[in-house]
C-alpha cells in the first residue's frame, strides 16, 4: 500500500515538472490536430478538384457530342484538348483514394493503363459490351480513349464506324457516372474524413497517409519503372507508357507529382498553403524530415519538365536520366513510408498486434 | 542442501485446494473458446494462412505448412471443440493436448502471425496439459468421481503463477533501456496520434504523459508479480492489473490480450476467493459434492520436480539468449522473439529485392505484394531472418525460368539475389539495413550472428 501511494505521488511530482519545463512554443507544437489537415485538404483540395473534374468531363462529353454531330479533324482537336485537360485534372485528384472514390474503385476504372486494344477492337466490332465487367477494366478509361482519339487513322476510323462513336460515348458516360458519384459521395463523407483522426488503420487519416505513398509508389513503378525494363532485366517496355499515342505520359507524371507534393503541404489547387502533413512534421519535430520530403517533390517535378520531348523519346535518347529519375524516386518512399508514416505513428496492420 | 531441496519438494508438494485450478480452467477455457471464434469470424483463417502463397516459417520447423484450401479450419475448429472440452473437463487432458497441439500447429505456420501472446497461449496450453485441472466441478469427475480431489500438489498452481511472472518480469526487464526510459519511444509516437482526441488530446501530444506511462508500465512490469503475490498487496495490485490492460486495450490493437491477462492473473487469488463464484456456478449447474475420504498420494515427485525445473530454466534462458549476440537486439533482432518484449519498439522498413541475372548484372526489380500479404510484407522489411527467407523463396520462383520480352528472352540459372533495405527504429531517420552488394543466396539461415546486416548507428535525432 504504501508503496504504491509512493509510486502514485512520485509519478505526480514527475508530471507537475514536466508540465513546468514547457515553454509557448511546445506548446503550440502540443496542440497541432490531423483534424486541421483533413478539413483543410477536403475544403480547398479534394472536394475542389473533383469539382473541376466534374467539369472537364462533362466539357469532353460536350465536345465529343460536337464531333459526332459534325466529325471533323477541327473538331477532333477540341476533343483531345478536352481529354487531355480532364486527364490533368484526374491527376490532380487521383492520389485521395479515399472514401468514395475508393468505393467506386476511380483509379481503376479511369487511370488503368496500358490499355487492352485488342478487347476495345472487339467491343467496338461486337456492339454490345459490359464496361463494367473486370474483362473491359483495361479497355476504359482514359487510356482507351488516348487509343481511340489519338491511334493511328482515328479521325477517319471514328466518322466512319457508328459503333466506335458509341463505344467513345460509353467510355466517356461511364467515367461521367463515377465521377459524379464520387461528388456526390464526398457531401456526406466530408463530415466523416474530417472526423477520421482516430489510429486505427482504417480511418480515414490513416487511408490518406497509405493512399498518399501508394500513389507515388504506383507512379514511379507504372508510370516510369516498368518501361524502362526495372521488371525486365533492363529491357524497355515502351507498350506500357501510359498515354503513349498522343505522347501525353509527361505531363501525366509532372501533374501527378504535382499535387502529390501539394497535398503534403496542404496547398489548395489556388495555391494558398493551408495545414499538411508538413506542418504535422514540424509539430512533431521532424521540421529536416518535412524539408528534405519538400525539396524531393520539388526536383520530380521540375525534372521532367528539362526533358526534351516524350518519355517514349527520352528511352531512346537518354535512357539513364530516366534510371536515375527512377532511383531518385525510390529514394524518396524511404523517407515517406519509413520516416514520415511512422512518425505519425500511423498502422498498416489491422490485425491483432503488439507492437513488435 | 537436502534441506533446501527438502523445503522445496515440500512446498511444491503440500496439498492445496484445487479450486484456483478449477477456476482456471474455466477462465482459460473461456478466453481460448473467444478468441478463436473471434479469429474465425474475422476472417483471419482465411486472409492469413489460406491465401497467403509463401509463409515465413520458423527455424526448424520448414516442415509445419498449412493445409489445403478450407482443411485450414479444421484445426481452428478442433480448437472450438477442445475449449469446450477443457471449460466442461470433458475429456481434459485429451481436449488440453488437442488445443496445444491445433495452436501451436496454426502458430508455427508464420511468424509474420508471431505475437507474444500467442507464445504464452501455446505455453499456457502445453502447462494445462499436465495438471489436475478436472477433479473437481468437471463432467471428467462427474462421470469418474475416483478422479476426484479434495487436495491437489501446489506445484500444479504454482506453475502458472510462476509462467505468468516470468511474461510481466521480462517485459519489464526489456523496457530497462534508454529509448524507452529516456525518450519514451515508441509511446511517444504512438500516444501523439491521439492528439485528436476531445479533451484529452493535448495530453497525449505532450511528452510527459508518454514519459509517465513508460516508467508507470516498466516499473509495473517489474514489480506486478510480488505485489499479487503477497496477500496483503493483492487487492490493490489487482486493481492496477485491471486498469493498465484496459488503457492498454483501449490504447492499442491487442485484441484479446488484455483480456487474457486480467483474467489469467486471477490465479494469484486463494481458494477463498475462487470458491465464492465457483460454488456459486455449482449451485446452478446443481453439481453434487461427494466426500471423500483419502488423498491418494502422488507419484513420480523427482519426475514432477525435475521437469518442473528444466521447465523454468528453459523459460529464463531463452528470454536472456539475445546477450549471446553482438550489436543492437532492436536492430538485429538476433534473440527477440520468444522473450516477452512487448509493446516495445517501433519498427518501420522499406525493402526492395532485386533478381539479378549473373550473366549480365541485369535485374529485376521485384513487387513484394506479387508474392505476400501487406501485413507479410510489413513484417518482413524489418526482421533479417524474414527477409533471408523471402529472398531465398525468390531464388527457388526464379531459378531455371525463362523471362521473355517481346523478341528477348532471358534464360535466368542461379540468379543472384539482391536486397536494399532501410529501417526506421523508435522515430530516428531511416538508415541502411541491408546493402545491395550482398548477395542474399549466399547466407544460411540459421542461430548466428548475421554479419551481413549493416551496423546500428547511434543518433538522437529522435
Redesign the interface.
Known amino acids: 500500500m504504501k508503496m504504491t501511494r509512493y509510486l502514485i505521488a512520485s509519478v505526480c511530482l514527475i508530471s507537475f515538472l514536466f508540465t513546468q519545463c514547457k515553454d509557448k512554443e511546445e506548446e503550440q507544437k502540443d496542440d497541432f490536430k490531423k483534424e486541421a489537415i483533413l478539413s483543410n485538404l477536403a475544403d480547398n483540395y479534394i472536394v475542389p478538384s473533383y469539382d473541376d473534374l466534374q467539369t472537364h468531363l462533362n466539357s469532353l462529353s460536350n465536345s465529343w457530342n460536337d464531333f459526332i454531330a459534325t466529325p471533323s479533324q477541327t473538331n477532333l482537336d477540341v476533343v483531345r484538348m478536352e481529354w487531355k485537360a480532364s486527364n490533368l485534372s484526374f491527376h490532380r485528384i487521383k492520389t485521395i483514394e479515399v472514401g468514395p472514390a475508393m468505393t467506386v474503385g476511380l483509379n481503376g476504372a479511369l487511370g488503368t493503363f496500358p490499355a487492352d486494344t485488342l478487347q476495345i477492337e472487339t467491343n467496338v466490332t461486337a456492339g454490345t459490351y459490359n464496361l463494367a465487367s473486370l474483362d473491359n477494366i483495361d479497355a476504359i478509361g482514359f487510356e482507351s480513349l488516348d487509343f481511340l482519339f489519338f491511334g493511328t487513322d482515328c479521325l477517319n476510323k471514328l466518322t466512319n464506324s457508328a459503333n466506335r462513336k458509341a463505344y467513345v460515348t460509353a467510355v466517356i458516360t461511364k467515367m461521367q457516372n463515377e465521377v459524379n458519384q464520387v461528388v456526390a459521395g464526398w457531401v456526406s463523407y466530408r463530415a466523416t474524413f474530417i472526423a477520421g483522426t482516430g489510429t486505427s488503420s482504417t480511418s480515414p487519416f490513416s487511408l490518406l497517409v497509405n493512399a498518399f505513398c501508394k500513389d507515388f509508389e504506383l507512379a514511379k513503378t507504372a508510370k516510369i519503372g516498368i518501361p524502362i525494363g526495372t521488371q525486365s532485366l533492363g529491357i524497355q517496355q515502351p507498350l506500357y507508357l501510359e498515354a503513349r499515342r498522343s505522347g501525353f505520359g509527361k505531363e501525366l507524371l509532372i501533374a501527378n507529382m504535382e499535387s502529390i507534393h501539394r497535398l503534403f503541404l496542404g496547398k489548395s489547387n489556388s495555391g494558398a498553403n493551408g495545414s499538411g502533413f508538413d506542418d504535422y512534421l514540424i509539430a512533431l519535430e521532424k521540421s529536416d524530415l518535412s524539408a528534405t520530403i519538400d525539396n524531393r517533390f520539388n526536383t520530380i517535378e521540375t525534372q521532367p519538365t528539362t526533358w526534351s520531348g516524350t518519355i517514349e523519346n527520352m528511352m531512346a535518347s537518354s535512357p539513364t536520366t530516366l534510371t536515375d529519375y527512377y532511383n531518385y524516386m525510390q529514394g524518396t518512399v524511404v523517407y515517406m513510408k519509413t520516416d514520415m508514416a511512422s512518425a505519425f505513428g500511423v498502422l498498416i496492420t489491422y490485425q491483432d498486434n503488439d507492437g513488435d | 542442501m537436502t534441506a533446501i531441496s527438502h523445503r522445496i519438494s515440500n512446498y511444491c508438494f503440500r496439498g492445496v485446494s484445487p479450486t484456483p485450478l478449477v477456476a482456471f480452467r474455466l477462465i482459460f477455457g473461456a478466453l481460448m473458446l473467444f478468441g478463436i471464434l473471434r479469429f474465425m469470424l474475422?476472417g483471419?483463417v482465411n486472409e492469413?494462412y489460406i491465401e497467403p502463397d509463401f509463409h515465413f516459417t520458423y527455424l526448424g520447423f520448414s516442415w509445419v505448412q498449412p493445409l489445403v484450401g478450407s482443411w485450414m479450419y479444421l484445426p481452428f475448429i478442433l480448437m472450438v471443440i477442445a475449449s469446450l472440452g477443457i471449460i466442461l473437463g470433458m475429456r481434459y487432458r485429451l481436449s488440453a493436448i488437442l488445443f496445444f497441439v491445433c495452436f501451436t500447429y496454426v502458430e508455427l505456420l508464420d511468424k509474420a502471425?508471431y505475437?507474444?501472446?500467442y507464445y504464452f497461449v501455446s505455453l499456457v496450453s502445453f502447462i494445462m496439459c499436465w495438471l489436475p485441472a478436472h477433479v473437481d466441478f468437471s463432467v471428467d469427475a462427474r462421470l469418474h468421481p475416483t478422479i476426484r480431489r479434495e487436495t491437489i500438489p501446489a506445484w500444479t498452481v504454482l506453475i502458472i503463477q510462476l509462467q505468468l511472472g516470468i511474461v510481466y518480469f521480462f517485459a519489464g526487464i526489456a523496457k530497462l533501456n534508454s529509448d524507452w526510459l529516456f525518450h519514451a519511444q515508441?509511446l511517444k509516437?504512438?500516444l501523439?496520434?491521439?492528439?485528436?482526441l476531445p479533451l484529452v488530446?493535448?495530453l497525449f501530444?505532450?511528452?510527459?504523459?508518454a514519459?509517465?506511462f513508460s516508467?508507470?508500465g516498466c516499473?509495473y512490469d517489474l514489480?506486478i508479480p510480488f505485489?499479487l503475490s503477497f496477500r496483503?498487496?493483492r487487492s490493490?495490485a489487482y486493481f492496477?492489473v485491471i486498469v493498465f490492460h484496459i488503457v492498454t486495450w483501449l490504447l492499442?490493437?491487442?485484441?484479446?490480450?488484455p483480456w487474457v491477462m486480467i483474467f489469467s492473473t486471477l490465479i494469484f487469488f486463494p481458494a477463498s476467493f475462487h470458491t465464492l463464484w465457483i460454488q456459486w456456478l455449482k449451485k446452478i449447474c446443481r453439481w453434487k459434492e461427494i466426500t471423500l475420504f483419502q488423498t491418494r498420494k502422488s507419484i513420480g515427485k523427482k519426475i514432477v520436480l525435475w521437469g518442473f525445473g528444466i521447465y523454468l530454466t528453459i523459460q529464463v534462458v531463452v528470454p536472456l539468449r539475445y546477450t549471446l549476440y553482438p550489436g543492437n537486439l532492436f536492430w538485429t533482432e538476433e534473440g527477440?522473439r520468444f522473450s516477452w518484449?512487448?509493446?516495445?519498439?517501433?519498427k518501420?522498413?522499406?525493402a526492395?529485392f532485386y533478381v539479378v541475372?549473373r550473366t549480365?548484372n541485369?535485374?529485376?526489380?521485384?513487387?513484394n505484394a506479387t508474392y505476400l500479404t501487406?501485413?507479410q510484407i510489413?513484417q518482413m522489411a524489418t526482421q533479417p531472418d524474414m527477409i533471408l527467407q523471402f529472398a531465398h523463396h525468390l531464388e527457388n520462383v526464379f531459378n531455371d525460368t525463362l523471362?521473355s520480352?517481346?523478341e528477348?528472352s532471358?534464360h535466368l540459372k542461379n540468379p543472384a539475389i539482391q536486397a536494399e533495405v532501410?529501417?526506421?527504429l523508435n522515430?530516428r531517420?531511416?538508415q541502411l539495413y541491408i546493402r545491395r552488394t550482398i548477395d542474399l543466396t549466399n547466407e544460411t539461415y540459421t542461430l548466428k550472428h548475421r554479419t551481413w546486416l549493416e551496423q546500428f548507428k547511434e543518433s538522437n535525432?529522435f
Do not use: C
Not at chain 2, 501523439?192 to 485528436?196: H, I, L, S, T
Not at chain 2, 501530444?205 to 504523459?209: F, K
Not at chain 2, 541485369?362 to 513487387?367: A, L
Open positions: 474475422k483471419w492469413l502471425n505475437l507474444n501472446h515508441p509516437t504512438w501523439q496520434a491521439y492528439r485528436d488530446g493535448n501530444a505532450t511528452s510527459w504523459l514519459f509517465a516508467w508507470f516499473i514489480t505485489f496483503k498487496t490493490i492496477f492499442f490493437p491487442i485484441g484479446v490480450f527477440f518484449r512487448v509493446m516495445l519498439m517501433h518501420e522498413g522499406y526492395t541475372d549480365t541485369n535485374s529485376i526489380q521485384i513487387e501487406p501485413v510489413d523471362i520480352n517481346g528477348q532471358v532501410f529501417v526506421s522515430g531517420p531511416h535525432d
